[in-house]
């Protein structure tokens, strides 16, 4: 089983800036997918960045320039660096780790962290 605790969200001004942080109970090193994912009230869940265990990186066309999600495998952490947001990007905020095994794929989740930004 695998825990995430997400941190970092809060109330920010248009144009400002958030980190978001997810700790996993494992290692990361035997996670093979983490992404971060937002809902918005109303609106379904959306993948918004993510980063594979091989270091390769994906963004929503949305945060591309601006969101830039990162691995710190000492820590067993996986980070979503936020600029310049704008208040479309308010939203709940999870992380998602996949594990592939013979058994197949085991998906986590995180609690959510809420982001606001004001305008």
């Known amino acids: 089983q695998v825990q995430l605790v997400e941190s970092g969200g809060g109330l920010v001004q248009a144009g400002g800036s958030l980190r978001l942080s997810c700790v996993a109970s494992?290692?990361?090193?035997?996670?093979?997918?983490v992404g971060w994912y937002r809902q918005a009230p109303g609106k379904q869940r959306e993948l918004v960045a993510s980063i594979t265990s091989g270091g390769g990186t994906n963004y929503a066309d949305s945060v591309k320039g601006r969101f830039t999600i990162s691995r710190d495998n000492a820590k067993n952490t996986v980070a979503l660096q936020m600029n310049s947001l704008k208040p479309e990007d308010t939203a709940v905020y999870y992380c998602n780790a996949k594990i592939y095994s013979t058994g197949g794929p085991h998906d986590y989740w995180g609690q959510g962290t809420q982001v606001i930004v004001s305008s």
């Open positions: 494992v290692s990361i090193f035997s996670i093979n997918f």
